[in-house]
C-alpha cells in the first residue's frame, strides 16, 4: 500500500501546452457513403480559436473537393479566404482536453489527498464528467508552406517516397493499382499543405504554447511528440498521448524539415513536436508524416515541419499573429558537445552512384573504418571518396584492408590519399575512444543513412538502446540495436551517452520472403573487440596485423548469417 501512494503521489496533471493539443474528425453531411478524415491538432490561438492541423485530415475527402481547391493552392499557395472547398457540407469536430479535469478544477473526480481506487469507482460522478471536451469548428483556410514544398520535391521525389499504405480489398489488382496511384497524388500534393479551423463555440482561454524558432532546432536534440494515435477513433483512451526521441535530420531552406524516430502513428499528424529542456516544452514542429516508405522499404523515422514557418506561412494568408520566442543555447552544453563529437568522426564514403558511412580512426592521418561491402564494386584502389561534415572537399582514399567476402567480420580500412591536416576547415586530431557494449545502454547510431552527403553535410543521428549484446566465448562478436538504421548507415559508428564509439553498423534485418526490412532491429561489430587490432595497425603503421579480422571461426560465422547459409547476402543488404 505504501508503494502504491507512492506511485500515486507522482501523478501529475499533463503539461500546459499539452492541453492545446486536440483530434480533429471531418465528415462530409450528405456525401454518399461513410467518408471521414481525421487527425491530431494544435489550438494555435485559443484568443481566437483557431485550430492549427496537417492536410492528411483532407486525404480521404478528396472524392469531395471543390475544383477549385487544389487549383488556388498551386496557383496562390493557399485556398483564398472565402471561397468554396468542398462539394458537400463538411462537419468539423475538434476533442480537447477537459479543462474543468486539470489541477484545481471543480469537477475533480479524484482529490488529490485519496486516489484509490474504491474512492473513483464509489464515485457517482465517474462516469459523468468525461475527460474530454468536443467543438464545432470550420475549415477556414487552406494553405502550403511553400519552403517545405520546395525542400520535399527536391529530397522526397514522388517515384521514390510514399507517405500512405493504401490496400482496397474489394477491388481488382488493376483497379487498385490505379486507386493507389491516384491517392498517392493527393497525398504527395497536401503533403506540405495545412487547415486552418476556426472553433464555433469555444470560450477564449490563456496560450500556454512557446514557439521554437526553426534555427534554434539542432541534430540530436530530445523532443516529445504530443499527438493522438488513429485520431478520432478513442480519443478517451489516446488523447495526447507523448512518445520521446530526438531530432535525427534537418533539411531545406530555414531548416523546415525535420525527421525524427519518435515513435508517432496514422492519426499522429497534425500533432505537436516539442523541444524539451528542463522540463519546459517550447513548440519546435508539427508533424506531416507518420508512414514513410523509400522504394518501398520502410524508412521508420517521421516527418515534421518548423512551427515558424507555419507561423510565417499563415501570416502571408491570414490575420494571424503568434510570438516566436527563441531558445538558443538551451539545451545542456555538455550533451550538446557530445553530439557534436559524434557527428564530427562520421565521415560520407562513396563508390560511384553508392555511398555508406564511415568512423574516423585518425584525423591527423586521415584513416577511416567502414564496412567491406561499402567498397563492392571497386575497380581501383583509389576509386574510394571521402567527405565529412566539417568540409565540402572530397578526398581520394586507397583501400589500406577490407575483409574477404564472407568473412565473419564485414570490416575495411581506407585511408585518404591527402592528409585531413592538409585540408582547411578539418579539425587536427580526433581521440579514438571506445567502450564495452550494455544491454539496456543508451545509444546513438551516426551516419549517412537515406540521404547521401550531398543532401546536407550533417549525418542523421537516430537513437535508442543496446537492445542485446551476442559473444562467443566471453568476447562480444554481435551488438543489436533499436536505432532506427537505413540503406547508407552501414559503417556508421554507434556511440553511448558519453560519445564513446560502441560498435560499427553492419545491416538491419530483413524478412527474407516479402523483402520487408525492420529498420530497428539491427547489427553491429562491438568496436572493443576490433579495438587491440586497430589500435596496433595506427601505432605501427603493419598493414598485415589487419588480416586477422580475415580469419575464419565456425562459431562466428553461424552467428552473423543468422543460421542460414546465405552470409554474403546478409552482409550486402545495406
Request: aromatic share 8%; with cysteine; hydrophobic share 35%.
Amino acid at each position: 500500500m505504501h508503494i502504491q501512494n507512492k506511485i500515486m503521489e507522482q501523478a501529475q496533471d499533463p503539461p500546459a501546452p499539452y492541453l492545446q493539443m486536440c483530434t480533429i474528425l471531418a465528415c462530409p453531411r450528405n456525401a454518399e457513403g461513410k467518408t471521414e478524415g481525421t487527425t491530431s491538432g494544435i489550438l494555435i490561438d485559443p484568443c481566437q480559436g483557431l485550430v492549427l492541423t496537417h492536410a492528411s485530415l483532407l486525404y480521404p475527402l478528396h472524392e469531395h473537393f471543390s475544383p477549385e481547391l487544389l487549383r488556388n493552392l498551386e496557383n496562390h499557395g493557399s485556398s483564398l479566404v472565402g471561397t468554396k472547398l468542398f462539394k458537400y457540407h463538411v462537419d468539423i469536430e475538434v476533442t480537447l482536453p477537459n479543462m474543468s479535469l486539470v489541477d484545481g478544477g471543480a469537477n475533480k473526480l479524484v482529490s488529490n489527498s485519496d486516489k484509490s481506487l474504491y474512492t473513483v469507482l464509489s464515485s457517482s460522478t465517474a462516469e459523468s464528467v468525461k475527460s474530454v471536451g468536443q467543438y464545432h469548428g470550420r475549415v477556414k483556410l487552406v494553405f502550403e508552406a511553400k519552403r517545405l514544398k520546395d525542400v520535399i520535391r527536391k529530397l522526397l521525389p514522388k517515384d521514390q517516397w510514399q507517405f500512405e499504405q493504401d490496400d482496397n480489398g474489394s477491388l481488382s489488382i488493376a483497379e487498385n493499382k490505379k486507386e493507389i496511384k491516384k491517392n498517392e497524388y493527393f497525398y504527395y500534393t497536401l503533403l506540405p499543405c495545412f487547415v486552418l479551423i476556426k472553433l464555433t463555440d469555444y470560450h477564449p482561454t490563456h496560450n500556454s504554447l512557446i514557439f521554437r524558432d526553426a534555427k534554434d532546432n539542432k541534430v540530436g536534440d530530445p523532443v516529445e511528440i504530443c499527438a493522438t494515435p488513429f485520431g478520432s477513433m478513442s480519443p478517451e483512451v489516446f488523447l495526447n498521448s507523448c512518445s520521446r526521441g530526438i531530432i535525427s535530420k534537418i533539411a531545406g531552406p530555414g531548416r523546415v524539415l525535420m525527421m525524427t524516430d519518435a515513435r508517432c502513428v496514422p492519426g499522429c499528424e497534425g500533432g505537436g513536436l516539442f523541444f524539451v529542456h528542463k522540463n519546459k516544452r517550447y513548440l519546435s514542429g508539427m508533424m506531416i508524416a507518420t508512414l514513410c516508405w523509400r522504394n518501398s522499404e520502410w524508412v521508420g523515422l517521421s516527418l515534421a515541419c518548423a512551427i515558424s514557418e507555419l507561423v510565417g506561412s499563415l501570416r502571408k494568408h491570414a490575420l494571424v499573429d503568434s510570438h516566436i520566442s527563441p531558445t538558443a543555447g538551451m539545451l545542456d552544453k555538455g550533451y550538446a558537445t557530445k553530439i557534436k563529437t559524434m557527428l564530427s568522426m562520421a565521415v560520407s564514403i562513396s563508390v560511384g552512384a553508392n555511398w555508406g558511412s564511415g568512423i574516423i580512426l585518425d584525423q591527423h592521418r586521415g584513416i577511416y573504418l567502414t564496412c567491406s561491402h561499402v567498397l563492392k564494386g571497386v575497380e581501383y584502389q583509389k576509386n574510394v571518396i571521402v567527405q565529412n561534415e566539417a568540409s565540402d572537399e572530397k578526398t581520394q582514399s586507397s583501400i589500406v584492408f577490407r575483409s574477404v567476402p564472407g568473412r565473419q567480420f564485414d570490416v575495411a580500412v581506407v585511408q585518404s590519399e591527402v592528409t585531413v591536416h592538409d585540408t582547411p576547415g578539418w579539425e587536427k586530431h580526433i581521440v579514438f575512444e571506445y567502450a564495452e557494449p550494455v544491454e539496456g545502454e543508451v545509444v546513438f547510431v551516426v551516419g549517412y543513412g537515406i540521404f547521401r552527403h550531398s543532401f546536407g553535410r550533417v549525418p542523421m543521428v537516430n537513437r535508442g538502446i543496446v537492445s542485446k549484446v551476442n559473444s562467443v566465448n566471453g568476447v562480444p562478436i554481435m551488438v543489436q540495436t533499436t536505432c532506427a538504421v537505413h540503406a547508407g548507415v552501414s559503417g556508421g559508428g554507434v556511440f553511448n551517452i558519453h560519445g564513446q564509439l560502441v560498435a560499427m553498423v553492419i545491416c538491419n534485418s530483413r524478412d527474407t520472403a516479402s523483402g520487408a526490412s525492420y529498420p530497428h532491429v539491427n547489427m553491429c561489430i562491438p568496436i572493443a573487440t576490433l579495438a587491440p587490432t586497430l589500435n596496433k595497425y595506427l601505432q605501427t603503421g603493419d598493414e598485415t596485423v589487419l588480416q586477422v579480422l580475415s580469419t575464419k571461426n565456425k562459431q562466428i560465422k553461424q552467428l552473423w548469417s543468422m543460421g542460414t547459409e546465405d552470409y554474403c547476402s546478409i552482409m550486402s543488404r545495406m
